[in-house]
């Protein structure tokens, strides 16, 4: 105990609690105590003992009734929306939830996660861009369940973005489009990353070719795409390209207007909803109509989608389910079910919400 105290700079009041209390000590902390206990000839002990699960935490843990959760930028509705349904399955339980901003910094992030963790049962990374394996490592020191993303070995619970940018793309094309820019998303964002292959993917489907990716290579197919026959889709062979966001807001909307501005496309897929509504009200003040000019869809159905003039047409996900099964199978865990039982990710379907931003062809 002493030599571990000694070689990771710590008192060894701390390495005992790392040994029986992980989730007493900041994942740092443990992570500091986990590497020094192996070189000190203490490895498969400590890796016993700095466990999340509830039997590893020893007789005197304690629960707060509290989780932890944390997200990129609190004041998007998305993550509003995921909020409330991680509030709802915890007072079924008689849990609270605590939300923390990590105000899209990954070192925020990190900071709340390191001064949160010993006040909480487990935690909710929402969105999260920190690396896989540090990731991993915070889920071995607390009960923790990953959200929009999937890492190996952790349970993680997210919306089929692929199929819903697909729908977003096969729409566009039945509209008549055939030109059609992908206005992206946080640059580290798994979510971002599997729209744009859904996109590339449905194209390559169609028949299409791929024109400006933003700079990035061409993606491979990575699913069966199958598309039911259209008179629409047979006369229209579009392009797909993808332009950044500088940032996953209405802001970052209104700048992407101008870059798309420089080089026109019939029709615009926005990383969500946020930014497409940014889009269109740039685009309505410089003259550009909606949809007569440009269609335009968002993701995530959020409040705003309906409050904008055209309403938005916009991929639908069940937030408040995503919130509510992911609380649930954190709480699961906090009470002693391992997670490696829940690993595999959990996928919620998508489904497309037509409305007047996107239809250019009568019904």
């Known amino acids: 105990m002493y030599d571990v105290a000694r070689v990771a700079g710590v008192s060894p009041s701390t390495v005992s609690r790392a040994f029986t209390q992980p989730g007493r000590v900041s994942y740092k902390t443990a992570e500091k105590v986990r590497i020094a206990a192996r070189q000190v000839g203490y490895g ?4 016993t003992g700095v466990d999340a699960r509830p039997e590893s935490r020893g007789l005197g843990a304690r629960r707060t009734g509290v989780i932890g959760m944390v ?10 929306e995921i909020f409330r349904g991680a509030e709802h399955a915890a007072a079924a339980q008689g849990m609270v939830v605590t ?6 910094s990954t070192s925020r992030a990190r900071t709340a996660i390191e001064r949160i963790t010993p006040h909480v049962d487990g935690l909710l990374l929402v969105s999260s861009r920190m690396d896989s394996s540090e990731i991993q490592k915070i889920a071995r020191t607390v009960p923790t369940v990953v959200v929009s993303r999937p ?3 952790i349970p993680s619970v997210m919306v089929d973005n692929y199929d819903g940018a697909v729908k977003a793309l096969v729409h566009l094309v039945d509209q008549g489009c055939r030109s059609i820019t992908y206005v992206s998303g946080p640059h580290r964002s798994w979510s971002d990353s599997t729209r744009w292959r859904g996109i590339v993917d449905a194209a390559t489907a169609l028949g299409t070719l791929t024109g400006d990716h ?8 990575s699913r069966t795409v199958t598309i039911q026959p259209s008179r629409m889709r047979h006369l229209v062979r579009p392009t797909v390209r993808q332009l950044p966001a500088d940032e996953p807001s209405l802001v970052g909307g209104r700048r992407a207007f101008g870059e798309w501005a420089k080089e026109p496309t019939d029709a615009v897929i926005c990383f969500n909803d946020m930014v497409a509504v940014g889009f269109i ?6 003259g550009i109509r ?5 269609a335009v869809v968002g993701f995530d159905n959020t409040e705003i989608s309906v409050l904008v003039s055209p309403s938005l047409t916009t991929v639908a996900a069940p937030l408040r389910s995503v919130g509510r099964v992911s609380t649930a199978n954190l709480i699961a865990i906090i009470k002693g079910m391992k997670a490696p039982l829940m690993a595999k990710p959990r996928e919620l379907p998508t489904r497309l919400i037509v409305r007047e931003s996107s239809l250019r062809v009568a019904p």
């Open 44 to 47: 498969d002990e400590l890796e």
């Open 290 to 294: 909606v949809p007569a000019d440009v």
């Open 71 to 80: 997200a990129p930028d609190v004041s998007n509705p998305f993550f509003v």
């Open 214 to 221: 933003g700079g990035s290579a061409p993606l491979p197919v």
């Open 99 to 104: 939300l923390l901003n990590a105000n899209e």
């Open 281 to 286: 009200q740039q685009a309505e003040s410089t």
């Open 151 to 153: 890492i190996s070995g």
